[in-house]
């Protein structure tokens, strides 16, 4: 089946969820997720940046053994690499993968690790898109943390969506960044050590800067050139029509 085939397939399930649970939210949405409509089949992708916390908790508090997809692009700061450390001690996940780019595509595409220079969309592809796929194979959904405050193609995100075949769970799509912070409040979660120096969305060190009080929350990302996703959330289909 091609990937535009799997994800017309697809639309009538994410329908079905929609009429059933497209009203909640947070943890009342994932625990119908992750406990009943794909138990066993759901992971959750966590960049453990800046806001991951928040969604870490609610699912560890749903089952810690849920997996959890951390993408190790080889370029992150040695920040969050302590962060997850941090965070899987604290809240017992006892399943998270972490994903590396393949040695062999690395060697072949990006052999002086300066890819990012010239090209960042076959960069994010080599490092984050195709890694994150491999991995995806194993599950029928996965959860995301993004969030409609965070601007750009994100200000409409559904709740429940498809893409290559694959659900895509977003439990906090309808939070704002007081929510967020609430929430850290309230389960007294410790910050990513970089926001308290003006990171507030973080990724790869090339190609991430501390942002301005009046700046949008990604305006840190990919900020010399008019790219703001790195790919994992576009579909293959629309890459390949
Ligand atoms: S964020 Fe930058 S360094 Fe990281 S994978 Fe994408 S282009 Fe490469």
Sequence with gaps: MTALAKAEAAKPRVAALD?????????????VMIEKEFRGRIALGSSFGAEAGVLLALVAEIDPATPVLFLDTRKLFEETLRYKETLVARLGLTDVRVLRPDAAELVAEDPDATLWSRDYDACCDLRKVRPLNRALGDFDAW???????????????PTIEAEDGKIKINPLVRWSQADIAAEFK????????????????????????????????RAGRWAASDKTECGIHKARWSKNP
């Design 186 to 217: 309230a389960r007294d979660l410790p910050p990513h050590p970089l926001v308290a120096q003006g990171y507030l969305s973080i990724g790869c060190t090339t190609c991430t800067r501390r942002i301005e009080p009046n700046e949008e929350i």
């Design 19 to 31: 009429k059933a649970y497209g009203h909640l939210d947070g943890l009342a949405l994932l625990r």
């Design 143 to 157: 959860i995301t943390g993004r969030k409609r405050f965070h601007g750009d193609g994100r200000t409409t995100l």
